[in-house]
Structures are given as structure tokens and as C-alpha cells.
């Protein structure tokens, strides 16, 4: 099984700032990685798919990058609404997800 | 528009069989290149696929969860069932049905989602 590890676990940064999270497969994914962000009390909402690709109706200021075993996602300047828990997803090899990485209001 | 829908029991107890139910509207599961996947999460938060079908009936497994899960689709009630076998508390969880498509777009649509305790 694929592991996907996600980093930091809470990021606490305040609207307008610059986010980047972190998302580290235990081996090669290729491009094969998807985030999601979920707010309380709803289903995930696709991001980013293929690494870098932004799903319909995601704003600009989200971005992925990254190939093999190390990802990033970033959000360029921070909107309220922009804080959740992100989660990303491999289908290499099954599927698998992270574990989360909580980015919080400072 | 794609929506879909869980409905199922929002109680079992342990070692019964869970069956859910999940609608859908604004796709076919004729159409070549779509899937519908059952992912669940727990209350701890963590993110689990468990079971895959596609528009030509080919279905795929959590290899740690294929001996207790079965899934099957009605294509003309526009339904996907998924059954899950000797339930136990630890399969406690909020379970979501998702669209997808081949070619790795992601999941682009899911279920609100529909919360199974297991309790005695």
C-alpha cells in the first residue's frame, strides 16, 4: 500500500498570507495525486487533479506542483474561506489518501 | 448537473451485513469511462476507499476490505449498491459515494455522505 504523508499537520496563517502544504508518497506516483479541501459537515471538494491540473470552478490562487513522491499545494494569498482540512489522494496504486493537514486562522 | 445520494441504516449491529444505496442523477453508468467509488471517514477524520464500479461492470477492492465487500450497479435505477459484510464498531464511519472517470480526473462529485454506527 501506498503511503501518503502530509505535512504540517495544522498550519495556522492569517488571510492574505501564503500557504504550502506538503504531501510525501512512501513511492513513485508519478502525477497520479489529487487534493481535496472539506469544511465541516461536507464531502471533500476536488481541487487539484494530476498534480497540477485545477479542477472546474477552482480559483487561481490554488495551485499544485510536484511528481515521483513529493507535492505541494499552494494557496497563493488566503481567503476566509480558504481555511479547512486539505487532503490528498493517490490513485497509482489503489487508492489511498493522506492523512490531513489542518490550516487554521491565526 | 451530478448529484448523488447515500441511503442506508444509520445503525447496525456488529457482525451483521451493511447495505448502502447510493442515487444518482445527471450521469449514466452506461456511458463509457464512468466509475462510482465508496470512500468512508471515520470519526478520527482518516479517508478510506473501499470499492470501485465501472460502466462495464469492472469492479475493484480495498485489498484489505475485498473478502467483506461486494458492489454491484442498476444501471437503469441509476443506483450502485455496496454491501459490507461482519460489521464491527471499528467500521464506524461517514460513508460517500463519488463519481469518477477513467483518465484520472479525480472525484469530482460526491455524496453528502450518510454516518453507520456500530453498536450493540
Known amino acids: 500500500e501506498i503511503v501518503l504523508t502530509q505535512s504540517p499537520a495544522t498550519l495556522s496563517l492569517s488571510p492574505g498570507e501564503r500557504a504550502t502544504l506538503s504531501c510525501r508518497a512512501s513511492?513513485?506516483?508519478?502525477?497520479?495525486l489529487a487534493w481535496y479541501q472539506q469544511k465541516p459537515g461536507q464531502a471533500p471538494r476536488l481541487l487539484i487533479y494530476d498534480a497540477s491540473n485545477r479542477a472546474t470552478g477552482i480559483p487561481a490562487r490554488f495551485s499544485g506542483s510536484g511528481s515521483g513522491t513529493d507535492f505541494t499545494l499552494t494557496i497563493s494569498s488566503l481567503e476566509p474561506e480558504d481555511f479547512a482540512v486539505f487532503y490528498c489522494?493517490?490513485?497509482?496504486?489503489?487508492?489511498?489518501f493522506g492523512q490531513g493537514t489542518r490550516l487554521e486562522i491565526k | 448537473q451530478i448529484t448523488l445520494k447515500e441511503s442506508g441504516p444509520t445503525l447496525v449491529k456488529p457482525t451483521q451485513t451493511l447495505t448502502l444505496t447510493c442515487t444518482f442523477s445527471?450521469?449514466?453508468?452506461?456511458?463509457?469511462?464512468?466509475?462510482v467509488d465508496w470512500i468512508r471517514q471515520t470519526p478520527g477524520k482518516a479517508l478510506e476507499w473501499l470499492a470501485l464500479?465501472?460502466?462495464?461492470?469492472?469492479?475493484y477492492y480495498s485489498p484489505s476490505l475485498k473478502s467483506r465487500l461486494t458492489i454491484t450497479k442498476d444501471t437503469s435505477k441509476n443506483q450502485v449498491v455496496l454491501t459490507m459484510t461482519n460489521m464491527d464498531p471499528v467500521d464506524t464511519a461517514t460513508y460517500y459515494c463519488?463519481?469518477?472517470?477513467?483518465?484520472?480526473?479525480?472525484?469530482?462529485?460526491w455524496g453528502q455522505g450518510t454516518l453507520v454506527t456500530v453498536s450493540s
Open positions: 489522494q493517490q490513485r497509482s496504486n489503489w487508492i489511498t
Open positions: 445527471g450521469f449514466s453508468l452506461s456511458t463509457s469511462g464512468v466509475g
Open positions: 513511492q513513485n506516483i508519478n502525477n497520479y
Open positions: 463519488s463519481h469518477r472517470l477513467t483518465g484520472g480526473s479525480g472525484n469530482a462529485y
Open positions: 464500479i465501472y460502466w462495464n461492470d469492472d469492479k
